[in-house]
C-alpha cells in the first residue's frame, strides 16, 4: 500500500523542525559560517527540543524517531543551516552502530547519559588512506587480558572535538582483512585519545571536523559492539541507515535555495519586469522543483525501506545521491539567477552551494554510491 500522506503526527514533526530552523538556525546560519564556529546556543535549544538525540529509542530516553521522521526533519533542519545539522545529525550516525549493534546494557551506560545532559558523539571510521576503500583501515585494536588497546588515527571526524563518546572501527585482527574489523564505543576522557587541530572547509562550518589520533587508547572489553570481526557490517548496516538523511539534507539545501530564488525573481526588476517573467528563469525555477520533488520521493521511499526492514543499501544510495547531486545542480543554478548578488557573501546563496557540495562527498562519496547502486543492479558477471 503506497501513502504519500504525512500522519498527524509527523506533520506536527515536520513543522516543529520548520519553526526550529526557520527561528533558531537560519538568522544565526551567516555567523556561524563565518567564524567557523560551534553554534553552541542553537545547539542547547535543539537539545531541549530533542532533535540531538532524536533516533535514540524513548527506552533510553531519546525521541524514539523512525526513518521516515529521521528524513523529513533532516529536510527541514538542513535547510536552516546543513552545518549545524551535521552537527546534529553526525550524533544519530554515531549512536546507530550503538542502538542497533550494542547491548542493553551499552546503551543505558552510553546513550542514556546524551539524552538528559546535552552531547555529541562521532562516528569514526575514516583515515586518510583508507576514506573510500573503508575495509582498508589501518588502526588497530589489539586484545590484551580483558582490554584492548588502539593505535591508529582518523580524519574528517565531524563533531571529533566537541564529542564525548566516539564509535570507533580498528582492525582487531588484520589478516582477515575486511572481516577483521571491529567496532568499538570509546568515551572522551581516556588516557592516549588526542584532538588534532580543526579542519578549516569550504562550507558547512558550523560544524566541528578534526583529526583524532589514538596512543596506547586502552578501553575494557566491555566497549566492543557485538563481537570481534563485525565492524565492516556495522559500517556498511550504519550508512545505509543514514545516507537516506543525507540525500533528504540535499532536498533541503536546494529547497531552501530554491525558495530564496523564487523570491528574488518576483521582486528583481530588469528591463521593465521582474526576472519571473522570463521564460528563462521561470524554467529553470520548474526544472528545480521536479528536481527537488524527485529527490524528496526517493528520499522517503529509502526511509520507508529502511522502517520495513526491507534491503535498501541500492535505494539509500540512490536517494544519497539524487538529493545531494539536485542541491548541488539547484544551489549553482540559483546563484546564477542572483548574478553578482549571489556570488556576494552579503547573500545567503553562495553558502546554500558551499554546502551543497559536501553532501557529494560525506558519508561515501556519491562515486562510491554509484559502485553500490551498480554492484546491485548489475549482479554478478560469469
Ligand atoms: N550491509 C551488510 N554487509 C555488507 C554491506 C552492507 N551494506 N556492504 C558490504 N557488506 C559485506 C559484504 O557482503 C562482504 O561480506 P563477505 O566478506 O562476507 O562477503 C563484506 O562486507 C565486504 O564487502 P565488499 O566486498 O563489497 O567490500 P569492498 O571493499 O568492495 O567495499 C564499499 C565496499 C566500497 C561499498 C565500502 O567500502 C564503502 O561503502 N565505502 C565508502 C565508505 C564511506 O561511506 N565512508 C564515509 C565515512 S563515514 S562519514
Same mark, same amino acid.
Given at each position: 500500500?503506497?501513502?504519500?500522506? %504525512? ?31 560551534? +553554534? ?27 526513518? !521516515? ?26 549512536? +546507530? ?27 569514526? %571510521? ?102 570481534? =570481526?563485525?565492524?565492516?557490517? !556495522? ?11 543525507? =540525500?533528504?539534507?540535499?532536498? =533541503? ?6 525558495? *530564496? ?61 539524487? =538529493? ?12 546564477? !539567477? ?8 552579503? *547573500? ?29 543492479? !548489475?549482479?554478478?558477471?560469469?
Amino acid at each position: 500500500m503506497i501513502s504519500f500522506s %504525512l500522519t498527524e503526527e509527523q506533520k506536527a514533526l515536520q513543522d516543529m523542525a520548520r519553526e526550529f530552523a526557520e527561528k533558531e538556525m537560519k538568522p544565526n546560519a551567516a555567523k556561524y559560517d563565518k567564524g567557523e564556529e560551534f +553554534s553552541e546556543d542553537v545547539m542547547k535549544k535543539a537539545f531541549e527540543v530533542g532533535f540531538l538525540t532524536c533516533t535514540v529509542p524513548k527506552e533510553y530516553g531519546g525521541g524514539g524517531l523512525n526513518d !521516515i521522521d529521521t528524513v523529513i526533519i533532516s529536510e527541514e533542519l538542513a535547510a536552516g543551516c546543513a552545518g549545524m545539522y551535521t552537527t546534529m545529525m553526525v550524533n544519530a550516525l554515531a549512536y +546507530s552502530p550503538i542502538i542497533h549493534f550494542g547491548s542493553d546494557e551499552q546503551k543505558k551506560k552510553f546513550l542514556t547519559p546524551h539524552t538528559e545532559k546535552m552531547s555529541f558523539a562521532s562516528f569514526c %571510521l575514516t583515515e586518510r588512506e583508507a576514506g573510500s576503500d573503508a575495509s582498508s583501515i589501518a588502526t588497530r585494536a589489539e586484545k590484551v587480558g580483558n582490554e584492548y588497546i588502539i593505535n591508529g588515527s582518523k580524519c574528517f571526524i565531524s563533531n571529533g572535538g566537541i564529542a564525548s563518546l566516539y564509535t570507533v572501527f580498528a582492525n582487531s585482527n588484520p589478516e582477515k582483512g575486511a572481516r577483521g574489523l571491529s567496532a568499538f564505543i570509546v568515551p572522551r576522557e581516556i588516557p592516549g585519545l588526542i584532538v588534532g587541530k580543526e579542519e578549516d572547509k569550504m562550507g558547512h562550518r558550523a560544524s566541528n571536523t578534526v583529526e583524532l589520533t589514538f596512543e596506547n587508547v586502552k578501553i575494557p572489553e566491555e566497549n566492543l559492539l557485538g563481537k570481534e =570481526g563485525i565492524g565492516f557490517i !556495522i559500517a556498511m548496516r550504519t550508512l545505509d541507515k543514514t545516507r537516506a538523511p543525507v =540525500g533528504a539534507a540535499g532536498v =533541503g539545501v536546494a529547497r531552501a535555495a530554491m525558495e *530564496y530564488a523564487v523570491e528574488y525573481a518576483k521582486t528583481r526588476v530588469q528591463f521593465g519586469k521582474p526576472i519571473a517573467l522570463f521564460q528563462n528563469t521561470a524554467f529553470k525555477i520548474a526544472q528545480m522543483a521536479i528536481e527537488i520533488n524527485a529527490a524528496r520521493h526517493l528520499v522517503w521511499h529509502a526511509a520507508w525501506l529502511l522502517d520495513e526492514e526491507k534491503p535498501c543499501g541500492k535505494e539509500s544510495a540512490m536517494a544519497k545521491t539524487f =538529493g545531494s547531486d539536485v542541491a548541488m545542480r539547484v544551489t549553482t543554478e540559483c546563484v546564477q !539567477i542572483l548574478g553578482g548578488y549571489g556570488y556576494m557573501k552579503d *547573500y545567503p546563496m553562495e553558502k546554500l552551494m558551499r554546502d551543497a557540495k559536501l553532501l557529494q562527498i560525506y558519508e561515501g562519496t556519491n562515486e562510491i554510491q554509484r559502485l553500490v547502486i551498480s554492484r546491485e543492479v !548489475i549482479g554478478p558477471i560469469k
